[in-house]
């Protein structure tokens, strides 16, 4: 053992060198995350398709392990095509759907095969349709090839294997600008996830992702359900090769794993309870927020009476770049600060802000021109036990969004010829979900919000 190798164990053991924060599990000093957080990317295509529409062959798992490398990801899901078939070969890919690691896989890296399942309404052709969206299952056992007019049958299909799911395309909602309708989808296109309110309201939807390029307007949508007291993970992925064929995680999610020890299953266990930071650029960032020092995404923490709550948030990045470092308590910008960050050098910012009533925080990392950057989950703050009502109005635009889709779903409404012998028990779900979202809005009046 020579000096440098003891010098590398002791900073591996106590954690104290700055510079190259080598962890006690393993991590690189090129990675911006601390130990016992995960980067990964939930939403990959292997296939024929999109950006390799061309290709004759399926990438094999030793060409997508090599394109792991690219932005040294701990996971990716490799994503069969459950739905319409679009991406080819479906079949091969849903074979390979095993509840297990692929062999190909390393310690380090994972390669896990899982579903994605869509019947767009418009865009690319097939005779069946659903106006729902494009659904992300994870943590499946096999494959198959379900088909319902809704979103709940495909994802209690994927509850009935042990798995979770999600609505992916996020960004695809329309930006709200003014008051609703505006903010509302109120005409179709391929993937928008016209049915992310119902099935986060019934309790089956457990994270919501952008993919692609992402957009701000996925916030948007993400800061209105947590406003009215729902708790999804915030995922983000590329959707390979569907994002122009740009590297796997050039979106990606860290994931915290408590005890620090990777699986896939409990790093999907993370995305669904929350305990999430997203970048939109790279392996290059990341946003380290902590609540009265000790809590951070997904956590929850009690105030027994109106009092002070501190927070820090720390930009790490591993080259040198500047931009705003901002703070989100209930979907607003409460604080922020302009910042400059670098290898071995984060920004840190440090407030104090107070919770008159139950709410949530978020840490942001805001570019001028292209939006947020990266991105933490929420942190749940819980005043005198009340629930998370911090908005009469956003609540209301969900009655207003379902409401919408009653009308359209209806015989006479524009998209009723997506609906046969699903409409009644798709109808049932967002009935269901209207009456969830009305409770809340009159129970956030109460509480003067
Ligand atoms: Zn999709
Ligand atoms: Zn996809």
């Known amino acids: 053992m020579n000096a440098s190798t003891v010098r590398f164990l002791l900073f591996s053991v106590i954690g104290l060198c700055p510079l190259i924060s080598v962890s006690a599990f393993g991590q690189s000093p090129a990675r911006p995350e601390p130990p016992g957080w995960f980067a990964g990317d939930a939403h990959v295509h292997r296939g024929i398709g999109c950006g390799r529409a061309n290709e004759k062959e399926m990438l094999t798992p030793q060409q997508l392990l090599d394109m792991m490398q690219v932005n040294d990801l701990a996971v990716i899901s490799v994503l069969a095509d459950a739905g319409n078939g679009e991406i080819k070969y479906a079949d091969q890919d849903l074979a390979m759907i095993d509840g297990k690691d692929n062999p190909a896989s390393t310690p380090e890296h994972i390669i896990h095969w899982d579903a994605e399942w869509h019947y767009d309404p418009e865009g690319v052709t097939f005779e069946k349709k659903m106006i729902g969206g494009h659904l992300i299952l994870l943590g499946l056992k096999q494959g198959g090839q379900p088909f319902a007019q809704y979103t709940y049958p495909i994802f209690d299909w994927a509850k009935k294997q042990g798995g979770i799911a999600g609505f992916a395309h996020m960004q695809y909602l329309p930006f709200a600008f003014y ?48 406003n009215t007291g729902f708790r999804p993970g915030l995922v983000a992925s590329t959707d390979y090769s569907c994002n122009y064929n740009e590297p796997l995680g050039t979106l990606l999610t860290y994931v915290r794993i408590p005890d620090g020890h990777l699986t896939y299953d409990q790093w999907i266990d993370g995305l669904a309870k929350g305990r999430t930071v997203v970048s939109r650029n790279a392996h290059t960032e990341f946003l380290d927020l902590k609540v009265n020092d000790a809590s951070g995404p997904g956590d929850e923490i009690h105030l027994s009476s109106y009092q002070p709550v501190r927070v820090r948030i720390e930009w790490r990045s591993v080259h040198n770049d500047q931009g705003r470092i901002e703070l989100v308590q209930n979907g607003s910008v409460v604080a922020s600060k302009l910042a400059e960050t670098g290898p071995g050098a984060p920004a840190v910012f440090e407030t104090t802000l107070t919770f008159r009533r139950s709410g949530w925080l978020a840490a942001r990392r805001m570019d001028w021109q292209s939006g947020h950057r990266s991105h933490t989950g929420a942190v749940y703050v819980i005043v005198n036990d009340a629930p998370i009502r911090a908005s009469a109005s956003d609540a209301r635009f969900f009655v207003s969004w379902i409401d919408n889709l009653l009308k359209q779903s209806s015989p006479g409404g524009e998209w009723s010829n997506f609906f046969s012998h699903g409409r009644d028990a798709a109808q049932e779900r967002y009935r269901k979900a209207r009456e969830i979202f009305l409770q809340r809005e009159m129970e956030a009046r109460q509480q003067g919000n």
Do not use: K
């Not at 391929?190 to 309201?201: D, G, I, R, S």
């Open 179 to 226: 008051g609703p309708p505006d903010g509302i989808p109120t005409s179709l296109d391929c993937c928008a996830p016209l049915e992310y309110p119902v099935e986060t309201a019934l309790g089956s939807a457990a994270f919501l992702m952008e993919d692609v390029h992402g957009s701000d307007t996925a916030l948007e949508a993400y800061y209105r359900i947590l």
